[in-house]
């Protein structure tokens, strides 16, 4: 998180925030409107999950790890992004988002993943190839989209075997945190899913991650200038009313793939 006292000189004039709160924006939306994200599931059929979109793709392999110590029924996820550009690029879109998503530690879901308390439970590993660099949003949707596609075998504790008389396991209910980037191009003025030339011209910019439960369970933010508490207290509160919004803005297709047989491969690490 990082803050100053001098304020972004590129930031809109009084006159171009009136125009933006007065709505529509220049791309037709209203400050709260998020645009259509599609994906497209089931794309990797060498891997245990996945999901494409326009900017990226997301596939979620698995594998068999000892729990952390103070997670002993918890699994493991672990977020990878990169692309065809410098690494520098992409260090920073991943330490936010492994610092705002995490699994649930909950629910029937969450126990899909502990295969012996204390011994044994699955890994995820993400990896997200982005064509062009994208916001933590979306690659936070596509996340999501690509373990809820994910397929696991079942697993005799005993030996690490596949146990073959039963079914896969499927990850459709498990619910990774949604990220909400909220705009401040003024203490009063806040915006969601921003285009490049509002982020241009903002001073602040809050990354609010919501769990399933609509609770924060994460937050960064950057600023030119101290963010207040109120100010923090707002965007929380739009991300929180826009929760339903930003989940009808995604349109889900399937494609067809071997997922089944892909729960059949197992890495023991």
Known sequence: MASSTSRNSNQFSRSEQS???AEPRLDGRNRDDFRLLQLTEGCLPQSHGSCR??????SVKAS???PAA????????TIHVDGHLMRSQYDSLQTKLQQLISLPNYGDEAENLVIQEGAYVWQLNVDVWLLQLDTVDAISLAIRSAVQNTVLPRIHAEDLSIDTALPPISLAKLYTPIVFTI??????????????????NC???VHI????QVQVCG??????ATLSTQTIADCIQLAVQAYSKRLASIVVSTTTSDALSMAGSIILQ
């Open 64 to 66: 068999i790890v000892q």
């Open 219 to 224: 937050m960064r933010w950057s600023s030119t």
């Open 70 to 77: 103070r997670f002993p029924t918890r699994g493991v996820l």
């Open 53 to 58: 979109w326009k900017n990226g793709i997301c």
């Open 19 to 21: 125009f933006v709160a």
């Open 183 to 200: 705009t401040c191009i003024s203490a009063s003025l806040i915006l969601l899913d921003a285009t490049e030339l509002e982020m241009s």
């Open 209 to 212: 991650a919501l769990d399933e």
């Open 203 to 205: 001073w602040a910019r």
